[in-house]
C-alpha cells in the first residue's frame, strides 16, 4: 500500500502509518460441514496491508529482530458517523469529544495489529 509509511526514529524505536480504517482481530470460525477453521476477509486483508507497512523496516539493511520485552503504542482514528449532529461535529472539532461509541473493543484492534 503506498500510503503507508515506516520510519526507524531512532535506534530500535519505529514508527509505523498505516492509513484506512482500522480493522479489529476477530475469532477464526469454524465450518463444521467442511471441518475448515477460517478468518474472515477483512481481518486478513488488515493484517497484510499493516505487514507491508512494516516491510521497509525489516528489509533495511542491518535490520536485527528486536528481542526482549517490546512496548507497542497505537493511535486508531475513525471517520466521524454521518448521522452525526452539527453540534456534535463542533464539539469533535475542538477536541471535546473523540470517542467511537461502538464496534470494536481497544484490545482486539491491538490485536489486528
Known amino acids: 500500500m ?3 509509511s515506516a520510519i526507524e526514529l531512532e535506534p530500535g524505536l519505529f514508527r509505523v ?4 480504517e482500522p480493522v479489529s482481530w476477530k475469532r477464526p470460525e469454524h465450518n463444521p460441514r467442511t471441518g475448515q477453521t477460517f ?3 477483512t481481518t486478513t486483508r488488515f493484517r497484510s496491508v499493516v505487514r507491508e507497512a512494516c516491510r521497509p523496516i525489516v528489509d533495511a539493511p542491518g535490520f536485527k529482530m528486536l528481542e526482549g520485552p517490546v512496548e507497542l ?6 471517520p466521524r458517523p454521518k448521522g452525526w449532529q452539527r453540534w456534535q461535529h463542533e464539539l469533535a472539532d475542538e477536541g471535546v469529544i ?4 461502538s464496534g470494536a473493543d481497544l ?3 491491538f490485536k489486528g495489529v
Open 73 to 78: 503504542g497505537c493511535q486508531f482514528y475513525y
Open 107 to 109: 484490545d482486539n484492534l
Open 17 to 20: 502509518i498505516v492509513l484506512g
Open 98 to 101: 473523540f470517542f467511537k461509541a
Open 39 to 41: 478468518v474472515e476477509a
Open 2 to 4: 503506498t500510503d503507508s
